[in-house]
């Protein structure tokens, strides 16, 4: 049974840092990534990583502020979180599948999903 979990959440000020775990236990795949979804708004793409980890892709809105990497021996994803914003308030979610490649943003594309841990910037 494929289970992503993430961790890591919390409340930060503008200008901090987090960073997101994602935990996956039941297979592994080729590409995991990470979407985030605010009050009242669509989920939406935030990043997305290779198998290697050479290959990275990334939302404009948090291009060059997060990062993305994973521990393939630990099946782990990371999402690190700097120079927050009070727009990058929302609920962060892992996400994986078989068929899925870096430039797939459409969220009905990807099969699993962990529970999602929120993400609070304040100003």
């Known amino acids: 049974q494929v289970q992503l979990v993430e961790s890591g959440g919390g409340v930060v000020q503008a200008g901090g840092s987090l960073r997101l775990s994602c935990a996956a236990s039941g297979r592994t795949f080729s590409t995991m990534g990470w979407f985030r979804q605010a009050p009242g708004k669509e989920r939406e793409f935030v990043g997305a990583?290779?198998?290697?980890?050479?290959?990275?892709r990334y939302a404009d809105s948090v291009a060059g502020r997060f990062t993305i990497s994973r521990d393939i021996a630990k099946n782990t994803v990371y999402l690190q979180m700097n120079s927050l914003k009070p727009e990058d308030t929302a609920s962060y979610y892992c996400?994986?599948?078989?068929?899925?490649?870096?430039?797939?943003?459409?969220?009905?594309?990807?099969?699993?999903w962990g529970q999602g841990t929120q993400v609070t910037v304040s100003s």
């Open positions: 990583i290779s198998w290697s980890g050479t290959s990275t």
């Open positions: 996400a994986a599948g078989p068929g899925v490649s870096l430039y797939t943003p459409d969220v009905k594309t990807w099969p699993y």
